[in-house]
Structure formats: structure tokens, C-alpha cells
């Protein structure tokens, strides 16, 4: 079928011009070249994971780009269907598994918005706090994996001490480094361990400290990093709205989007904080969005654990859960975009449909769209202007 398509592609009159040789499979140029077709993995050391681009190429530049999914798929949403409904909190740790919180909050949030269930204001105060640390935990690495798909090697050694450090957190918190299970029906697993407030600001002012030089002055101004990434990806806010994309790679379209502003959920409704945006829409501008977007993340933190309530951190659910028959939907700004689960109860206590809207599947739409017309080179910097994550995009 892509063969076909690709053929009919070529065939096309409107798109024989963007390359002035491409009207046919086998028209060759003055040079007696014509167009080359690769495959850019799965299995390629700067993919974003187990990822294919079918890619057609016109010398360095790229014409078509279909990108081939499902290498990482695992049926999440059919395994969800078959387990009770605190059992499937663990499967959504596997799907972001660098943002891991933000998939637990919004099944969570889907349930609660079934049951109709109060949680605690102890435990929604948690749930922001562990829900900005874990943001700082994926955009701080995504910022040094950028830096490192355009050859530079000092960022993502800063990025992954930071990454450290939070897992450090996480790990006393939660009792694991990465699949976290931590977010309950109702609440939260625990309450913080004793002192742990004071072990987050400490954090949190050493990071301050550290960010501006090590991610910010590093790079910022760097002539290479400016010519690898300005106008490149380049994008307005109309496509943007029209792929659907949510996240940094919306907002550094100037699109004015974010779903603890938008749509309030926990206790985003209780601190300050700014919507970040950029007008340029190119991989620069994501960056930039990305760094101010951490800086506000470290705001909303200081802001909770200075209002931090005392009490609970777990409702009375009962002990086992059997929603009335329903629907429920959770939404939730993850560190990629928006992050949805719509399940529908038959009354039973498994959930009757589970299905997941993750960020970074939909944000791939834009590889098609956008990637035609750069250079092969410049691939890299725009999977960095996405950052998808393939446990998402294959769920």
C-alpha cells in the first residue's frame, strides 16, 4: 500500500514541483540522479525510541516523510479493560514512562469523575507537587536530549544529574525510581515522608541556582544551536490547531493553551502561575518554551508547599471499586500536552472501555506535515521540538 501511494505521490503535479524532477518513479534529472527513498529506523541511535520514518529524498532535502508506528505496541487500552479499576494504574506508568505521574493522574481523575468522589485537600496538594516535580523530571532531560541530537554533549550530562536528583525524591516518596504507582483511587499511596517539605525547597533553590548557567547561559546565543533550530519546524498557530497538537509544541505558536489554566483539575486553581508562549513556532521557540515553562513549574511548587494542608491523603472508597454504569472522563497538562482517559462502566468492577489520548501521538501528526521541504539533518531538531515518547504514540 505505501509503494502505491508513494508511486500515485510522485505522479502528482502539484507536488512535481517542489523539486522540479520528481513527476514520475522513474524520471531522472540532468545529473542522472533521481529521488531516494530510506528508512530512518526503527532502530536508530537518535530516535525517540522504536520509531520508522519512510523517508523520500530530493539529495538532502526530504519531500515526504510517513512516519511507521506500532513497534512498542501493547494493547494498554484492551489490558486495561480487563483488570479492576485500582489494577490498571500501574499499566498507565508504561505509557509516558518519562512523565509517568501525569498518566496517573488523569486515569485517576477519569475514575473520580465517575464515582463522583471528594478527595482529600492534603492529597490533591501531592498530586500538583508530585505532578510539577515530575514536569521538572521530563522537560529538563528533553532540553539535554535536544542539545545532544545537535551534537552537544555537556547539557544532557547537567540534565540527567537534575533527572538524578528528582528521582532521588521520587524514590523516597514513592519507594521506586521509575514506575511509581503512586497515585490512588481517592488519593495518594502515602503521605510525604517526614521532612520532605524541607528536602523539595532545598532542591528546588539549588536548581534555581544551577539553571540559569548550566541550561540557559550554556546555550542560549550558541551560534550553532541558533543555526540548527531557527526556522526550523516552522510552523503557525493555525496548523498547529489543525493537527490537534497541545503541549510546548503548541504554545511556542503563540497558541494561548493549558489545561491546568484552561480546565482546572487538583489544586491548579489554588496557585498563580503563567501560561507560557512564543510567536516564532520553531524548534528555538520550543526550547524557549520548555526552560520558561520549568521556571513556572519551580513556582507552583514553592507555592504548594507553602500552603501544604494537613489531614488525609486518602478517601474512603471501600474496599473494592464498582462504579455505576457511566462515563468518566480525567484530563491533564502532561509534560507533552494534554493527557485524556475516557472509560465507560457497565456497573461492574472492571472498566467496560478505557481508551487514552496521549500527546504524544498526536503530536506526531506534525512529521508529516511539516518535516517535507527541511533538510535530513534537520529531523532530529524537530523530534526535539515534539520529544515523543514511543510508550505513548504506542500505547
Aim: hydrophobic share 40%; aromatic share 8%.
Amino acid at each position: 500500500m505505501l509503494d502505491k501511494e508513494r508511486i500515485d505521490h510522485q505522479l502528482e503535479p502539484s507536488l512535481s514541483g517542489k523539486t522540479g524532477r520528481l513527476s514520475g518513479p522513474d524520471v531522472r534529472d540532468e545529473f542522472g540522479l533521481e529521488a531516494l527513498d530510506m528508512n530512518m529506523g526503527p532502530q536508530h541511535p537518535a530516535m525517540h525510541g522504536l520509531l520508522r520514518l519512510i523517508l523520500e529524498l530530493d539529495g538532502e532535502t526530504v519531500v515526504r516523510c510517513d512516519p511507521v508506528m506500532g513497534y512498542l505496541h501493547r494493547c494498554q487500552e484492551k489490558i486495561a479493560e480487563n483488570r479492576m479499576y485500582p489494577a490498571v494504574i500501574p499499566l498507565t506508568d508504561r505509557l509516558d514512562y518519562l512523565a509517568n505521574i501525569h498518566n496517573e493522574h488523569g486515569y485517576v481523575l477519569a475514575v473520580e469523575d465517575l464515582l463522583e468522589a471528594e478527595i482529600p485537600p492534603r492529597a490533591e496538594a501531592i498530586r500538583v507537587l508530585m505532578s510539577e516535580l515530575m514536569r521538572l523530571a521530563s522537560h529538563i532531560p528533553s532540553i539535554g536530549f535536544l542539545m545532544l541530537e545537535l551534537g552537544a554533549f555537556t547539557p544532557i550530562l547537567y540534565a540527567f544529574r537534575e533527572r538524578e536528583r528528582l528521582q532521588n525524591i521520587f524514590e523516597e516518596i514513592t519507594g521506586v525510581r521509575m514506575m511509581y504507582h503512586y497515585f490512588r483511587i481517592g488519593g495518594v499511596k502515602a503521605d510525604l515522608p517526614p521532612g520532605m517539605p524541607e528536602k523539595i525547597w532545598e532542591f528546588i533553590e539549588g536548581l534555581e541556582e544551577r539553571f540559569q548557567p548550566d541550561l540557559v547561559d550554556l546555550i542560549q546565543g550558541n551560534e550553532i544551536f541558533i543555526g540548527r533550530t531557527r526556522n526550523v519546524g516552522k510552523m503557525t498557530p493555525e496548523q498547529a490547531l489543525e493537527m490537534g497538537l497541545t503541549g510546548p509544541p503548541l504554545r511556542c505558536t503563540g497558541v494561548d493553551f493549558d489545561v491546568r489554566r484552561d480546565y482546572p483539575y487538583g489544586w491548579y486553581d489554588r496557585v498563580d502561575f503563567d501560561v507560557v508562549t512564543d510567536e516564532a513556532g520553531d524548534v528555538e521557540a520550543s526550547y524557549r518554551v520548555r526552560i520558561a515553562e520549568c521556571m513556572q513549574s519551580i513556582r507552583i511548587i514553592k507555592q504548594v508547599l507553602q500552603m501544604l494542608p494537613e489531614g488525609e491523603v486518602m478517601a474512603d472508597m471501600g474496599r473494592r471499586i464498582r462504579p455505576a454504569e457511566g462515563e468518566g472522563f480525567g484530563r491533564v497538562e502532561g509534560a507533552r500536552g494534554e493527557f485524556a482517559v475516557h472509560i465507560v462502566s457497565d456497573g461492574s468492577d472492571r472498566p467496560y472501555r478505557v481508551h487514552y489520548r496521549d500527546p504524544s501521538f498526536v503530536n506526531m501528526q506534525l512529521l508529516q506535515e511539516i518535516v517535507p521541504g527541511h533538510y535530513l539533518p534537520d529531523i532530529m531538531p524537530i523530534m526535539g521540538l515534539i520529544d515523543p515518547v514511543s510508550g505513548g504514540w504506542d500505547k
